[in-house]
């Protein structure tokens, strides 16, 4: 991996952002790019550092795909225009979920999601829109683990040899890819973003498809949304880097009203870590775990038992997929 990481010790923020900002200015010049802006703090750090190099040459989307948290859109679209930074919602649900259909092994998950954001959605919209680059928002983390085999990050393309502009017609450009999340949070802050965004835990890419395992349809997807938001609203205080639920595929016996429910199981994950690249399970107290319980047992259909890992990384991921 040829790539030379900006350990956070060393990070001049004020530097890096005034570097990246001339270095996307030089290599748009007077052209368009396009970017696609998520929420999480990765993605909101490059809208914004794009934004002060390119202005309105800068055309940032909202990719709806049916798998983010609820309400996600439309609170992203809302704050991002309070900082002048005007997106555009793009509704591909129906892409991101046929493709999907019928897939349960995680990595042609991953390939499935790779495929339909980067050829299908963003190669129709740089045809329409003429524009030359891509701007995302990859980082040192995402590379790593690629690179090692240990999963396939969704936005890694060109160190696995893959040649955007040949294949999809634009040249992406990764402003972040140097730095850690704690560099990029840094970044951000410096930016001025809101501490709601530059603080928020982190958010994959393919959003709530590593969070289901099995096949990702619209049904499962809403359960595992519902738990999330219970998870978030529960776990938001405690200081953790990143706490997530996961629906499981298999179902297991459970008892409602003195009557066997074969439901479902969520798996909550809460995580101590400073860079992603190891992790231990935060030690929650257990009222903590038991309203986490009765609340996602008791407001998401179908759900009987929720379960609390307790593995460091490594072994385990932060992510189950």
């Known amino acids: 991996m040829e790539i030379q990481e900006i350990v956070i010790e060393d990070l001049d923020t004020k530097s890096f952002i005034e570097e990246k900002a001339t270095e996307i200015s030089t290599m748009v010049s007077d052209g368009l790019a396009i970017n696609a802006l998520s929420g999480g703090v990765d993605s909101s750090a490059v809208t914004m550092l794009a934004h002060k190099a390119l202005g309105n040459r800068l055309k940032t989307y909202f990719i709806e795909n049916g798998l983010m948290r609820e309400g996600e859109p439309e609170r992203i679209v809302y704050l991002f225009k ?32 790779t495929r339909v954001f980067y050829k299908d959605v963003f190669g129709d919209l740089v045809k329409k829109s003429k524009a030359k680059y891509l ?29 955007t502009q040949e294949q999809y017609g634009y040249k992406v450009i990764e402003p972040l890819i140097q730095l850690r999340k704690s560099g990029i949070r840094k970044v951000a802050k410096d930016l001025e973003l809101p501490k709601e965004i530059y603080s928020r835990p982190p958010f994959p890419g393919p959003a ?20 999330t938001t219970i998870v978030e609203e529960e776990l938001s205080n405690t200081g953790a880097f990143q706490y997530l639920a996961i629906l499981h595929q298999d179902r297991v016996t459970g008892i409602r009203a003195g009557k066997r429910d074969y439901g479902l199981q969520i798996e909550v994950r809460c995580w101590e870590s400073k860079d992603a690249r190891t992790g231990s399970p935060t030690r929650l107290p257990y009222d903590t775990l038991d309203k986490l319980a009765e609340r996602i047992t008791t407001e998401v259909p179908g759900v009987v038992s929720v379960t ?13 997929i």
């Open 82 to 113: 309070e900082l002048g930074v005007p997106v555009e919602i793009l509704d591909a649900k129906r892409e991101f979920f046929d493709a999907l259909k019928g897939l349960t092994d995680p990595e042609e998950k991953r390939e499935a999601i």
């Open 308 to 320: 609390y890992n307790i593995t460091n990384k490594p072994p385990s991921t932060i992510e189950a």
């Open 208 to 227: 709530l498809a590593t969070r289901v395992i099995g096949e990702v349809t619209p049904e499962r997807v809403e359960i595992v949304r519902k738990a």
């Open 135 to 163: 701007l995302q928002g990859t980082n040192y983390t995402d590379v790593e683990e690629t690179v090692a085999g240990i999963k396939r990050q969704h936005n890694i393309l060109e160190q696995l040899g893959i040649d």
